[in-house]
Every structure is written in structure tokens, then in C-alpha cells.
């Protein structure tokens, strides 16, 4: 095999690799701080948001978050059904299933500490969302050695609660009036 043959197909797994391709994607971090989600619009529009030091800990070490370039709703179990178009110089991705959302690999938009950008969904499943993904960069590296990964936060309590409501919401607004 031929040097650009090679390179060719070192490029293309890498670029597949680093886009978020299910929910298995994302890794679970804990005591996730000062990256908020607000949802509007009967759930379809989300304001992803930073606050001044966003942190997260990952294998029992804390790291922060230098800026945000992927954000997705995430599913376990139903479908998501989602659609959006392209906005604030991120490109909508999905995989049908799961993960819904919109992605800056380039990293020009990125969201940085005390900065939000707004996502509107064309259509979605909103009862199906049980969390958020986000694509992050660190100052430092993990463990691996790289400085960026999609993470996802068990939801506190309060959380599950507003994702309860909503869903409820939802559920309640499409049912059939006689």
C-alpha cells in the first residue's frame, strides 16, 4: 500500500472517530459545573451556556473546560426524530436514533467560558430526551493524551425532574381533545 494510500485512510478514521456517532460516544463525567442547558420553545430550542470556570471531573481528576464545539440531545430507548438546519456556524448532525444536535469541528463558533449560543430544532421528539452530550476541549490532556472528548453528566435529581415535566408536557399537548 502505497504512503497516500495510507494517509488517506489514517485521515478518514480519524475524522470518523472524532464525531460523536451514538450515545456509547459520550463519556459519563461527574460534578459537571457552570455548563448549563436552557430549553424553550415547548423544548425544540435549546441556550447552551458557560459560565466563568466550567469544570467537570473524569476518572477521579477535575478538569476545565477551555470551550465547548458539539452539543447534543441525547436518547435512550426511543427515537429522537429529530431535524434542524445548520446554525451559528455549526453543522446539524444526527444518527437517527439517539443523538441529535449541531457540531463546530473547526472550532471557529466554539462556545468559550461566559458565552451561550441558541439551537432551534426543526422537529423533535421531545419526550425522548433523557440528557445532553456536549463535545469539549480541556486545558491539559486525559489520561489518553488528547485535550478533547464528548461528555455527558448523570442528571441531578432536579434535572430528571424538569426532563419528567417536560416530557409530561408534551405527552399532554399532543393528546387527542374530543
Same mark, same amino acid.
Given at each position: %500500500?502505497?504512503?497516500?494510500?495510507?494517509?488517506? $485512510?489514517?485521515?478518514?478514521?480519524?475524522?470518523?472517530?472524532? %464525531?460523536?456517532?451514538?450515545?456509547?460516544?459520550?463519556?459519563?463525567?461527574?460534578?459537571?459545573?457552570?455548563?448549563?442547558?436552557?430549553?424553550?420553545?415547548?423544548?425544540?430550542?435549546?441556550?447552551?451556556? %458557560?459560565?466563568?470556570?466550567?469544570?467537570?471531573? +473524569?476518572?477521579?481528576?477535575?478538569?476545565?473546560?477551555?470551550?465547548?464545539?458539539?452539543?447534543?440531545?441525547?436518547?435512550?430507548?426511543?427515537?429522537?426524530?429529530?431535524?434542524?438546519?445548520?446554525?451559528?456556524?455549526?453543522?446539524?448532525?444526527?444518527?437517527? $436514533?439517539?443523538?441529535?444536535?449541531?457540531?463546530? =469541528? *473547526?472550532? *471557529?463558533?466554539?462556545?468559550?467560558?461566559?458565552?451561550?449560543? $441558541?439551537?432551534? +430544532?426543526?422537529?423533535?421528539? @421531545?419526550?425522548? @430526551?433523557? /440528557?445532553?452530550?456536549?463535545?469539549?476541549? @480541556?486545558?491539559?490532556?486525559? =489520561?489518553? /493524551?488528547?485535550?478533547?472528548?464528548?461528555?455527558?453528566?448523570? =442528571?441531578?435529581?432536579?434535572?430528571?425532574?424538569?426532563?419528567?415535566?417536560?416530557?409530561?408536557?408534551?405527552?399532554?399537548?399532543?393528546?387527542?381533545?374530543?
Amino acid at each position: %500500500m502505497n504512503t497516500r494510500a495510507i494517509a488517506i $485512510t489514517l485521515s478518514l478514521c480519524a475524522a470518523t472517530v472524532s %464525531m460523536a456517532q451514538s450515545r456509547s460516544s459520550f463519556q459519563v463525567v461527574t460534578s459537571l459545573n457552570d455548563i448549563f442547558v436552557q430549553s424553550s420553545n415547548a423544548g425544540m430550542t435549546d441556550t447552551v451556556s %458557560m459560565g466563568p470556570n466550567p469544570t467537570f471531573d +473524569y476518572l477521579s481528576t477535575t478538569y476545565t473546560v477551555t470551550d465547548l464545539f458539539g452539543f447534543w440531545s441525547l436518547a435512550d430507548g426511543l427515537d429522537l426524530a429529530a431535524n434542524g438546519p445548520d446554525q451559528n456556524g455549526w453543522g446539524y448532525h444526527e444518527n437517527s $436514533t439517539d443523538i441529535a444536535g449541531w457540531k463546530n =469541528p *473547526s472550532k *471557529s463558533n466554539a462556545i468559550h467560558p461566559n458565552e451561550s449560543l $441558541t439551537f432551534t +430544532y426543526s422537529a423533535l421528539n @421531545v419526550a425522548a @430526551v433523557d /440528557g445532553y452530550g456536549f463535545h469539549i476541549r @480541556v486545558s491539559g490532556q486525559f =489520561p489518553d /493524551g488528547s485535550n478533547t472528548m464528548h461528555i455527558t453528566a448523570v =442528571p441531578e435529581p432536579s434535572a430528571i425532574a424538569g426532563i419528567a415535566i417536560a416530557s409530561l408536557a408534551t405527552i399532554a399537548g399532543f393528546r387527542r381533545r374530543v
